[in-house]
Every structure is written in C-alpha cells, then in structure tokens.
C-alpha cells in the first residue's frame, strides 16, 4: 500500500510539473511574435505583384514595449498597403499606445476596421464560457473612447471602412474595397455597403474583424476577390494535429486562421497579435501578422 501511494504521489507531482510547464510555456508563446507570408495568386493577368500586410489584434496595452518594437520593424517589409482588421486595444489607456505603436506603418496606405475591444474596456472572463461556444458582451462594460482611436488612424490617412465602402490608389492600381463594423457584436450593415465589387478595378477586397458566415457569404456573393478577417486569435489554445479547439464564431475551426477559400473568394484568417489582458497565453497558436504576396493568376 505504502509502495502505491509513493506511485500515486509521484504521478500527482509529475502531472503539476507537467501542468506548471504549459502554463509558463503558453505565457512565453504569447509573445512569441512570427511573420507569416503567403502567396496568393489572385490578381489579373499581368500585374506585378502586389504586397499588402495584414495585421490583427493588437490588444495594446501600456508598457508592452516588445510588440511595439515588432511592429515596428514590418516596415523594413515595404509593402504597398497595410489593412488592420481590429481589436487594436486591451486597456482603457492603452488608444495613445496604439497609435504609437502603428506610427511607423502609417506612411503607407492603409485601411481598417474596429472590434469590440476597441468600444469597450476588457473585464475578467470566464475561460469555459469561451470554450462553450462565442462569448457574448458582458453587462456593464466601461465604454471606450474609440472615435479618439478613429480620429488619429484616419488624420493619417487611412481609411475607416466600419460599414463603408472606397476606393483605395496603391501602387498605381485601384482597389475597390469595403468592410463591415464588428459582427461579432452585431456592429455589421452589410446592406450600407451591398452590391457588386467594380469588375473594372485592379483588386476586390473585403475586410471585417470577425469572420462570421453572413458577412463573408455576402461579400463572396458580390464579387470580392479577397476578403481579410481576424478575431478568432487562431483558436488561441491549440492541439498539435487537431488545431484550434473554438473560432469564437460560426467558421469552423478548420479555417481559424490562414488562407482559404469561401466561395469564389480567397480567405485570409489572422491569427492575431495579442490576447486579451485577463487571458496573456497562447498554446500551439503564436502571434502573428501576415505579408500577404499578391501575383497574377493562371
């Protein structure tokens, strides 16, 4: 009996060392940063390639000093245009640090949409509860002070495409693009922005921060060539060979992050840069921004 319950107690410390492990392992992972490129084949026959870096979820908070840095240095990838997908803040004090934090791309053309974190400040959650399927906006959340965050990303010259379609000059070519306010929150009218991509312009693009299936059905339907997401942080805690437990949203898990297809559209996915501040860890899933490289189709 005496010799079990040795076995018993030395399993029981080998599964926390194990545990302790993980858990310092995903804190670690969390800021982890990784560039991720891809080539997608896509534009009109005999156009020169076209680069557009695809950024997601900052969640910025005061005093991370190595995301800043990070981000920084994706300028040294001159790509021709810039498209963040949301979610730039963690923190009620955090809008002056993301714009900082994004100054040094903000030269380049640039368009983007909001997430829900950038309305409202972030509260503890309940890890299950986001495991059970997509969370919900809890009551009583503190609201931010977002149009300060729109005014200094748009004083730059960026567009806000927060349920609004444009036109975008980069590199000589036009890009017919639009996006949708936050479905993950129901921020979406995809009516205000409803009909068919211009077939005469040199790229269709699309772009919301959450990839829920009736935005994505939508802009597939009318013609976009490319359509940009984030939101679902990849999963954010994977299984190596499974890949991502949950979306936070009605993709399938499958399509969490990377490139797809959704109809006739190509998906871009990001697995975001960050986390929020009352969940810092990662597992199987690194932070990432993605160098999209667009070329001539076959």
């Given amino acids: 009996m005496a010799s079990g319950l040795r076995t018993a107690a030395r399993l029981g410390a080998a599964a926390l060392a194990l545990g302790a492990s993980a858990v310092l392992y995903a804190h670690w992972e969390a800021s982890s940063f990784r560039l991720r490129r891809q080539n997608l084949p896509i534009l009109n026959a005999g156009q020169r390639e076209l680069r557009i870096l695809h950024v997601s979820d900052l969640h910025m908070v005061p005093?991370?000093?190595?995301?800043?840095?990070?981000?920084?240095?994706?300028?040294?990838?001159?790509?021709?245009?810039?498209?963040?997908?949301?979610?730039?803040?963690?923190?009620?004090?955090?809008?002056?640090?993301?714009?900082?934090?994004?100054?040094?791309?903000?030269?380049?053309?640039?368009?983007?949409?909001?997430?829900?974190?950038?309305?409202?400040?972030?509260?503890?959650?309940?890890?299950?509860?986001?495991?059970?399927?997509?969370?919900?906006?809890?009551?009583?959340?503190?609201?931010?002070?977002?149009?300060?965050l729109v005014h200094g990303l748009t004083a730059a010259g960026w567009q806000d495409l927060s349920n609004r379609r444009s036109a975008l000059t980069v590199d000589g070519r036009r890009i017919d693009v639009r996006g949708v306010d936050d479905p993950h929150i129901a921020r979406d009218d995809y009516g205000a922005v409803a009909g068919a991509f211009d077939a005469n312009a040199d790229l269709r693009l699309g772009i919301t921060h959450a990839p829920y299936l009736r935005v994505l059905d939508a802009m597939a339907a009318d013609g976009a060539d490319l359509i940009l997401a984030g939101h679902t942080h990849g999963g954010q805690l994977a299984v190596p060979g499974f890949g991502a437990l949950v979306t936070n949203c009605d993709i399938d898990r499958a399509r969490a992050k990377g490139l797809s297809r959704h109809g006739d559209s190509a998906l871009h996915v990001s697995a975001g840069l960050g986390t929020s501040v009352y969940a810092p860890v990662r597992f199987a899933c690194p932070p990432e921004a993605t160098l999209l490289t667009l070329t001539a189709g076959s």
């Fill in 63 to 148: 005093g991370q000093a190595a995301k800043q840095a990070w981000v920084a240095q994706l300028a040294q990838l001159h790509p021709h245009a810039v498209i963040f997908t949301g979610d730039f803040l963690s923190h009620v004090d955090a809008i002056p640090v993301a714009l900082n934090t994004v100054a040094p791309l903000m030269h380049l053309p640039g368009a983007f949409v909001l997430g829900s974190n950038d309305y409202y400040a972030p509260r503890p959650l309940n890890p299950m509860k986001y495991i059970a399927g997509p969370s919900q906006l809890a009551p009583k959340r503190a609201m931010l002070d977002w149009g300060q």
